[in-house]
């Protein structure tokens, strides 16, 4: 069993900064790929940003120059640093992370931290 647990989701003005993080904890291997989805209502679940074992990383080319995904794979800990945050990035903010636990691979998410860009 894998828990991702996120945290840092905040009310922030337009043209603000947060930064979420998500811990994933219980029995991991290794986590191949950690990531940031975002969902509205009644919208599609997107893709933020996502980060391999090997640092590459992936943007949805809504958010590239202004987030930044980084993972410190000691901790099994992702990040997500939102500067110039935009009302449009209103949105709970869902953790994934694609691991194995040594003899299956498996994709785990988190419960999710609401952000609401609004003056």
């Known amino acids: 069993q894998v828990q991702l647990v996120e945290s840092g989701g905040d009310l922030v003005q337009p043209g603000g900064s947060l930064r979420l993080s998500c811990a994933a904890s219980?029995?991991?291997?290794?986590?191949?790929?950690m990531g940031w989805y975002r969902q509205v209502p009644g919208q599609q679940r997107e893709l933020v940003a996502a980060?391999?074992?090997?640092?590459?990383?992936n943007y949805a080319d809504s958010v590239k120059g202004r987030f930044i995904i980084s993972r410190d794979n000691a901790k099994n800990t992702v990040y997500l640093q939102m500067n110039s945050l935009k009302p449009e990035d209103t949105a709970l903010y869902l953790c994934?992370?694609?691991?194995?636990?040594?003899?299956?691979?498996?994709?785990?998410w988190g419960q999710g931290t609401q952000v609401t860009v609004s003056s």
């Open positions: 994934n992370a694609f691991f194995s636990d040594g003899s299956r691979a498996y994709n785990s």
């Open positions: 219980g029995n991991i291997v290794s986590i191949y790929v």
């Open positions: 980060v391999d074992s090997g640092g590459t990383t």
